[in-house]
């Protein structure tokens, strides 16, 4: 278990915009080896695409249809040329006994499990998250 990070605010927390969206598709990143774009319905008419680095844990087609948790108001990034409009929540776990630490070199896939938040019941696409 990793170290805990300082407290925050309350207030500093209640601007961070949780939402449930429902994964339309996704497909292996074009131009990188980790990364997953997703294309998901957000409850907006327009929906958004993120890039998601859970490549090693996941087939993309074995994602469509799955509600997830979303940090809705991350600013927009380019990641390896293609946007990124929000992050996907995930839970990383060590495998066993872990690897030895190489400085600046986190846990892959061999070494770890990554996890997507999820709802255990449908829920309408874009609702909060508190």
């Known amino acids: ?3 805990p990070l300082p407290a ?7 601007k961070i915009d949780f939402r449930v969206a429902t994964i339309l598709s996704a497909e292996i990143h074009p131009n ?3 990364l997953l774009k997703i294309r998901l319905d957000d409850g907006t008419p327009e929906g958004r695409q993120v890039c998601a680095g859970i490549k090693a844990w996941y087939d993309p087609t ?7 948790i979303i940090v809705a108001n991350l600013e927009s990034r ?4 293609e946007i990124s409009q929000g992050m996907i929540l995930a839970a990383s776990d060590l495998k066993g006994e872990p690897a030895p630490v190489v400085e600046g070199q986190k846990p892959g896939p061999d070494e770890r499990d990554v996890f997507l938040l999820t709802v255990d019941k449908p829920v309408k696409a874009g609702s909060k998250v508190s």
């Open 1 to 3: 278990m990793s170290e």
């Open 8 to 14: 925050i605010a309350y207030d500093l927390f209640a």
């Open 62 to 68: 074995s994602l469509v249809g799955k509600q997830v």
């Open 78 to 81: 380019q990641l390896r040329g």
């Open 32 to 34: 990188a080896d980790k």
